[in-house]
Structures are given as structure tokens and as C-alpha cells.
């Protein structure tokens, strides 16, 4: 019996989420022994030339990037810079589990951005649920208290760039090609960690720091891909979903790899935000779903009599 699309989408969506989070983990396991700007920088190469093979297959690298998008593509980079050191510097400081679960907000903060700065109409319950996600993370990163630290910041930080990316990608015109964008924002985080690399210098890298940098941007790549993938199979609205097993993916590893297990606390706060999350992505299927049907059905009836 042939898999469903919906089947295939959730597959590509749960590899997807294994891929960033295992990256994460090599990530952190680098944290005291390569400073941040070098690891940044020499995983942004290997990054930017494997997405230039994969970019100049696809035919990517022929096209040329429209006035109009330059905007949009310049504050996308500006996005992924300040998120890639934010979150790096936060998981290089804080259990793997709790940046992963702060990081589980995306869909609440992208919501609600969109509605402050596109305009796009947010009803009352999605509403809600984005208060009840910002009162999961507060229990995450618990202001105030001796767990709290400049790196919960950074966290937060991380979020709000991460934001910014994603609403600058919607601002991009469907002729981008989406592997010119990716090589343009992996070549832009080389660039800018590469020249602050000078100011923080370079420690030597091992046999195992070099399995790790290039084990991270392996599954940078076959992260975006399969992401890539998600949005062509399956619906959305029962794909997305799925988004959040990221969050399992680090609560093991955390627990394997680096012997952390999050506090009660912040348990129950993930869990807070994961529901909202799922709550909100549910809504905006609805919602998409309505849209579409009083499209099709405006069209089915064609203009009015004048």
C-alpha cells in the first residue's frame, strides 16, 4: 500500500526537525573548545559551498534576483546572522532542551508579527493562545530567579530574529528561486562570522571538531532539503504539527549526550507553548481553508449581473 502525501509530509517534517536538532547537538558539543565566531564561520563554509553544488544543479545560480526582493533578502540575512549567533551563544550556555523549547514560540511570535506589521486579521482565539505560549515561555526561562541568566536573553533574542527571517521570506515574489536565497544567507553568515573571527581568534581543530563541524552542516543541508520537500506533499495543517518532535529529538540528546533533564518547570512550560503552538497552526489552517473555499466559491459563481 503506496504511502499518502500526509504520511510522506510528516516523515520529511519529523527528519527535518532530527537534522537542525542533531546540528545543534555537534554544535554544542564544539561549546570550550572552538570559539563561537571560528565554528560559525567554518560551518558557514561548508554550508555555503555544499548549497552553491546543490544550488548550481537545480539551475538556482542562473537566475538573477529581482530589484524588489533586495529588501526582503537583506533583512532575511540580517535575521539569520543575529539568530545564528543568539541561539549558538545561548546553546553553547544552557541545556539543549530549554533553547529548543524557547525556540518552539516561532509559530506564536510569527503569528502575531504578522498581524502587527502585514496586517494579517488574528481572530480572538489565536489571540489567546499566543498569551497562554508567552506565558509558557516565561515559565521556561523563569525571570528573576537563579536560573535565569543573560542567556535566556539570548534565547529570546534568538526568537525574535528567527521572526524577522521568516517575515522578510514571505516578503520574497515566487520567481526566487528558494536555493539562491538559502546560498545568499549561508554566504552572508560566512562572510560576517569570518571577519568577526579575526577580533576573537582561532583555536586549533581535531580530528573530532572537524567530524563535528562537518557533521553539523551535513545536517544543516539535509535539513533545509527535506523542509524543502514538506511543502510540496501532504497538508499543511496536518504536517505542521509535526514541526515540534524537535523538542523530544533534544530532550533526548540532552539527556544521552550532555546528562541534562529540564526542570519541572520548564516541562510544563514547553509543554504550554507546544499546545499553543499546535492551537495556532490548527486555527490558520481553518482559517486558510475557509478563505480558499469562499474563493472558489465567488469564482464558481462569476461576476455579477451589472
Known sequence: MPRSDNLTGALLMMGSMAAFTFNDAMMKSLSGQVPLFQVLFLRGVLTTVLVAIIAWWMGALARR???ADWAPVFWRMVGEVGSAYFFISALFNMPIANISAIMQALPLTITLAAALFFREP????????????FVGVMLIVRPGTEGFTVYSVYGLAAVAFVTLRDLATRRLSREVPSMLVTLITSASIMVFFGLA????????????AALLIGGASVMIIGGYLCSIMVMRVGEISFVAPFRYTSLLWALLLGWVVFGDWPQVLTLVGAAIVVASGVFTLYREAQVSRRARAARQKELSLGPRPR
Open 122 to 133: 488574528v481572530g480572538w482565539r489565536r489571540m489567546v493562545a499566543i498569551l497562554a505560549g
Open 65 to 67: 534576483l529581482p530589484r
Open 197 to 208: 573571527s579575526v577580533s576573537q581568534g582561532w583555536a586549533p581543530v581535531d580530528g573530532r
